[in-house]
């Protein structure tokens, strides 16, 4: 007779848990460093569907921190490779990828094409970063956004708290301040380290994306924001009163 594959996490969060689990709808935006693997705990755990969005492949440059990035991958799109590994997970999981970065339009579009229980910002550019949490925020669609992993060090120093609690992070500073601008100054869940930010690990980039710099960063804090962000997603789907 083969075997439960969920058999241990069942175990641990009930029959009632899974169900759960398997009749939760997520969206994924950002398959890097920290998307990657919360899809992946995510996947994992059981949830039973999930549309995950990213539209860039993979570079050299991302093997020191991102799931999908292998030496036989570069130039592979990262949302064809991490859905592949998804249904090799569960091949049941309802997936759907859009390979692409999102405008404001498109996400619009894809936030309001079905009901989601969950939006994870994995994101780290900050114009599509504010647009997504803005939309989430005035759908009333629960949210949990990750901040900069780059820079930092010290595992012990990532948490996840409200957003007027992060500090020690400019990339929360940044998007606090430009939410702040839409009387939002609180109510949104992030995963952050405040662990000061090394300056001298700060690189400029050609401005591709939205993105104008970024920092320096080693191979298991980001995959720790995914772990966090997976985490408070699923332990709120299974405390969740029907």
Known sequence: MQKNWLERTELLIKENGIEKLQNANLLIVGLGGVGSFAAEFLAR??????????????????????????????????VEIVAERLLDINPKLELLKINEFLNPEKMEEVIDSQKFNYILDCIDSVTPKVTLLLMARRRKIKVVSCMGAGGKI??????????????NCFLAKQVRKRLKKENIDKGIRCVFSNEIQSEESLAMTDGANYKRSFYGTISYIPAIFG????????????????
């Not at 999930?50 to 093997?63: F, R």
């Not at 772990?227 to 029907?242: C, F, G, S, T």
């Open 45 to 78: 755990a059981g949830v039973g569907k999930m549309t995950i969005v990213d539209g860039d492949i993979v570079d050299i440059t991302n093997i020191n921190r991102q799931l999908p990035a292998l030496h036989s991958t570069i130039g592979k799109s990262k």
């Open 227 to 242: 772990l966090y962000a997976a985490a408070e997603v699923i332990n709120y789907i299974i405390e969740k009163d029907e």
């Open 154 to 167: 010290d595992p012990a120093k990532v948490m996840v708290r409200d957003i007027s609690k992060t500090y």
